[in-house]
C-alpha cells in the first residue's frame, strides 16, 4: 500500500500566469496559425521541475453552445494508492479520486494543480480527463487529452501523467544527438542523412510477444553477439545489414470494445455507483481524495497500423508495451543508436490523412471535415487542429527517431473556394517534414519519406501517378516508388514484362525513390489476388511457395541492391517467409465484412501442414473448423454470401445455418452453425483475425528458413552500403535493358560509378532470370564485353560456384542471377 497522496487543488496565481501568456500570444504579431501553434505546445498534461502541473484541454463545443452558468467543467484525477503492475492482464486497484474545477478561457479549459502525480519508469502517474456537464439537458461529456505522454490503458480511458522530461535526462543514447556527423548541416537546422537501405518492422509480429521489450531484448542479443564475433542463426541474420528501421504505425489503434455496444467494459473501468460522495454532487463541487477502485485490464488490440483514431498518436500503442511505460520504446531506440555495428536509425510511420469513424466519439467533430472510405477525413485546414496534428507528431519523434514516412500523401486534400477544386495540402505534408526535433538541447529535422499515389482513387491512378509530385517540392526527401506500391504483384504470369515502363521510369528516375519488392502493402494485396489469374508457377508448386518466392526472389533483391538507382526496403516477414495479411482484432461493427474479404489469405498464406501445427487456427478449431478445408469451404460461403446480401448479417446467419445438413459428421461444426446468431458471426471474424495475427507472427517461420538465402540477401546488403554511390540514378553511358520471348523475362544492365567531373573506377555488370524457362545465358556477347578483366561480386543461390572461364556460357534459371565487377585503373595525373 502507497501512502495517500495530498489532496489535488487548483492553484489560482499559477493559473491566472498561464491565462496571461496565452492573451500575449494571441495578441503577438504571429499569424494566427503560429500563434496556434505556439499555444498548443501547452495542451495536455505537463508536469514541471517546481511540483506544479499544467493541464489543458481544447474544447471548441464548450465555448458556444451554453452559457458559463450552464455549464460545470470540471478534471477528474485517478491517482493509485497501491502499487499498479503493468503487467498483470487485470487487476483492482485503490484510487485516490480527485474532482476539481477548471477554468475556461476562450476555446481553451485550464488549470495549473498542485499535487497531481508524475509516472516513471517505476511507478503510475496520476489518470485524468475532463468533464463537461450540461446542466440545461443534463448530460455529462468526457473531453479526452487528444496528445497525451502515456495512455497505458487505451484511447477510451483517461490519459496518464508522465514525467517526460526526466525520461529524456536520462535517456541511454544522448551522446548520439550531439553527433553532428550523421546530419546533413546545409540548413541552419540539420537533418538527418539518408540512410543506404531499410528493414520495415511490424512490432506486434516480429517477435514472440510482439512488444519493443522483446524487440529491444533481440538487438541488444545481435549487438552483443556482433560485437563478441559470435556467430547468427539464419533468423538473426535476418536483422542485421540494414543502417535504418522503419516501423509500421505505431500509435494507438481503434478499440474493440470489451463485452457489446448495449455493455461495454473498459479497460479502466470504475463503478461510478460505488464511490460513496456523501451530500456532494462530483460534478458540482469540488472533491478531494475520495478512495474509489477502478479495474484495470491490459490492452489486446492487434492491427496492423493503420487503422487510427488519432487520439493518442503522440504516443505508443500500449499494446505493444511489455511495460505499458513511454521507457520501453526510448530503450528501444536508444539501443539502436548504441548498436555495436555502427548507429541504427529509427523511422515513424505517421498515419495522419485519415481517421477511423471510432474517433467521432472520441474527440472533437472539428476534427474531422467529412466521411471517407477509411471513416473520416482530417480536417487540415483548421489552424488549431493543424497546429495540434503538428504537436502530436513533435511529441512523438521527440522519443528520438531519426527519421518518418508519412502514410497516404493523396489523402491530405482540401476543398479550395477560391479555385472550386479539390486540391492537395501539400503546404502540410511539407510541413510534417519540417517539424523540429528538440532532445538534449540538440535540434534535427527528420529525414522524410511520402507515400503518395495520387491521383487515387481516381479510376486507372496507378498507370497516371507520377509518384515525384513531393519530391520535387521537397529534393532531399524520398517517395516510395511505383514498383513498392500497392499494386506491385509478380506472383502473377507476365508481370515484369508488363512493369516494364515503371522499370525503366525507376532506373533514369529513381534517385529518391524507396525501391524492393516484398513491403506490409504488396503482401496484403498479394493474399487478395483472385486465384483465377495466371500464376507464374516457376516460382513454386503451391500458391503459398509462389506468393514466398515472389516477393523474396533473389534475381529481384540482386536487381534492387545491386544495380538498381534509390533506397532499398525490405520487409521482415518477407525476409523470414512469414504470412502477411490486413488482420485486426478492433472492429464489431465492421469486422465480418473485413474477413469475408480476406478469404485469399487462406489460399495464399495458409498450407495444410501448417494448419495442422497447434499454434495455428486455434480459436478457430475450437470452433469447429477441425481441417483447412472446411474452413475454405466456410469462408467461402461467408464471403459470397455477404456480397449478395450487401453486408445484411440477419441473411448471412440463415444462409450460413443452412449449411448443417453438409456437415453431419462434425459435431462441434454443427453446434457452431446451430447457434450461430449474429454475435456469435462476430465472435467468429474476431476468432479469425486473431488466429490470423498469430499465423503472421514471425517466429513460427525460423526453423523453415533457408541459410544460403539468408546468407545471399545478407551479401546484398553488405554490398550496397560498400557502395552507396548505387543509390544515384543511371547515366547517359549506363545501359539496362531486358530480353523477352514468350517463355522468359531477363534483365541485364551496365553501370558505372562515374559522375560528374570525376572518372568511373568501378563497373558493374548485372544478368537476372526474372521470369519463365533456362536459357543458355552469354553475358559477355549480350553486353559486348570482353570479360577477361571481371570478376563475381555476387551470385544468386546455385550459381556461387561460377569459376571465370564459365562466365561466357551458362546456364540461367528463373530467380537467378549473377553480378561482375571490374575495378578500372585510376587516371594518371600529367608527368
Known sequence: MLNPQQSICLDKAETQQLIEWIDEVWHSDQTYFDQARTIVRRLGAHYRSDGFTEVMFWAPEQSSKIIQTQRDLFLEVFTPVEAVDFRLPEQDILFQYDCIPMVQHGEFVLGVLSGMVPGNRDRSGSFYWLRARDNLNETIKTIRDVAPYSLPYGIYSPAELYDIESLQQTRADLDYFQDRDRLDTSSAIPRVKTPVNILQIHVGTATGSGTFEDLTQLYQRLSDKLANHEPLTAAEENFVGFDAVQLLPTEPTIEYRLGTPEHERNLFELDRCLIDFGPADPLTAELAGIPVQVTLRRPHTQNWGYDTPIIGASTTSPSLLASLRPDEVVDFIATLHNFSQGPIQVIYDLVYGHSDNQALELISATFFSGPNMYGQDINHQHPIVRAILLEMQRRKINTGVDGIRIDGGQDFRFFNP??????????????????????????????????????????????????????????????????????????????????????????????????????????????????????????????????????????????????????????????????????????????????????????????????EQPHTFRRLKQSGFSSLGLLKHYMGVLADTMTSTDYDLEQVVAVCQSEIAQQPDNQVLRHFLEDLDISHLRDFAMAFME??????????????????????????????????????????????????????????????????GQPAQKRLALLTHMEGDPIMATLGDWLQLDLENWQVAIATPGLESLRPEQLNQFELAQGQGILLEESLPSPQGPG
Open 418 to 611: 477560391l479555385s472550386g477544386k479539390m486540391e492537395y495540402d501539400n503546404a502540410y505534408l511539407l510541413a510534417m517534414s519540417d517539424v523540429v526535433q528538440e532532445i538534449g538541447g540538440a535540434q534535427r529535422l527528420m529525414f522524410t519519406i511520402f507515400e503518395d499515389g495520387r491521383p487515387w482513387p481516381e479510376e486507372g491512378w496507378e498507370e497516371k501517378s507520377t509518384y515525384r509530385e513531393l519530391i520535387d517540392l521537397r529534393p532531399e526527401a524520398f517517395q516510395w516508388g511505383p514498383l513498392i506500391f500497392a499494386h506491385n504483384t509478380p506472383a502473377i504470369k507476365g508481370f515484369w514484362d508488363r512493369k516494364w515502363d515503371r522499370i525503366t521510369q525507376v532506373m533514369v528516375m529513381g534517385d529518391r525513390w524507396i525501391t524492393g519488392c516484398g513491403n506490409h502493402d504488396t503482401l496484403r494485396r498479394g493474399t487478395q489476388l483472385p486465384t483465377e489469374n495466371a500464376i507464374n508457377v516457376g516460382l513454386g508448386q503451391t500458391l503459398p511457395e509462389v506468393i514466398k518466392n515472389a516477393y523474396d526472389n533473389p534475381a529481384t533483391q540482386l536487381w534492387v541492391y545491386g544495380f538498381s538507382p534509390g533506397l532499398p526496403m525490405d520487409f521482415l516477414n518477407t525476409l523470414m517467409g512469414a504470412s502477411w495479411g490486413f488482420f485486426r482484432n478492433t472492429d464489431y461493427r465492421y469486422g465480418v465484412k473485413v474477413v469475408a474479404e480476406e478469404k485469399g489469405f487462406l489460399d495464399w498464406r495458409v498450407t495444410e501442414a501448417q494448419y
Open 691 to 756: 488466429d490470423m495475427h498469430e499465423h503472421c507472427r514471425v517466429v513460427h517461420y525460423q526453423a523453415d528458413l533457408d541459410p544460403a538465402k539468408v546468407h545471399f540477401n545478407a551479401q546484398l546488403r553488405q554490398y550496397r552500403r560498400q557502395n552507396p554511390w548505387l543509390l544515384n540514378r543511371l547515366t547517359a553511358s549506363d545501359r539496362f535493358n531486358h530480353i523477352h520471348d514468350p517463355g522468359r523475362t531477363l534483365f541485364l544492365g551496365l553501370r558505372s560509378d562515374a559522375t560528374e
